[in-house]
């Protein structure tokens, strides 16, 4: 992949003072830098096979500036994990935790993350979870800054047997399965387990 556009990508989608440093990451090791169409199980991913030149990474490209740029930290942790150990590690193990650590610290300051998502990230960062969706008020903070917030809800915030719709699909709000709820879909009444913290829309709160 060009440096050219890699560097070009990044510029588009993150704030200016995060650049060069994400930049200088690709240089480290180069990787195939994707855009994704929204995805609602996921906002990034790390691949490596053999068959393939170069690792890839993996980004919806709806992000928001912070989430894009906190979740491409993310994944580069994956790769250089990945040059380090392949696959004798844990994923998302203390390994994982301590180059995520790294590779965040020097944008731990306001030219790169607003104020209240870097004290959220702070408190995150002290032992960082999988998924940043997992941490409920690091989520919230990062999601006032999507473009669509105000039309849209988090799942987790409304009530059991509210209908709501992703990607043009209608589903019933159903029980809590650890990190997801399962949902009936409208049209289909088949049942599929949604993220606690995916963005839904036109909601109808359940009177229940």
């Not at 090791?29 to 991913?45: A, H, N």
């Not at 740029?69 to 994982?96: C, K, M, N």
């Not at 709000?173 to 879909?185: A, N, Y």
Request: with cysteine; proline share 4%.
């Amino acid at each position: 992949m060009k440096a050219e556009k890699v560097y070009a990508t990044l510029e588009k989608h993150i704030t200016p003072a995060a650049v060069q440093y994400c930049f200088s990451l690709w240089q480290r090791s180069p990787f195939e830098l994707k855009l994704t169409k929204t995805r609602q199980t996921k906002v990034g991913d790390f691949t490596s096979r053999r068959s393939a030149a170069h690792p890839r990474i993996t980004l919806n490209h709806d992000l928001n500036t912070h989430l894009f740029l906190l979740t491409y930290i993310h994944e580069v942790a994956h790769l250089f994990v990945h040059l380090r150990y392949g696959s004798r590690v844990d994923p998302h193990g203390e390994e994982w935790k301590n180059s995520f650590k790294e590779l965040l610290a020097p944008l731990m300051q306001e030219n790169a993350f607003p104020l209240e998502i870097l004290h959220e990230l702070k408190r995150h960062m002290v032992n960082p979870k999988a998924s940043s969706f997992a941490d409920t008020n690091l989520t919230k903070v990062l999601r006032q800054y999507d473009e669509d917030q105000q039309q849209s809800v988090v799942l987790s915030e409304i009530p059991e047997g509210s209908t709501f719709s992703i990607r043009k699909r209608y589903f019933r709000k159903g029980k809590l399965r650890r990190t997801r709820f399962l949902c009936q879909e409208i049209k289909t009444r088949r049942n599929y387990l949604v993220p606690c913290d995916a963005q839904v829309t036109n909601v109808q709160l359940s009177l229940l």
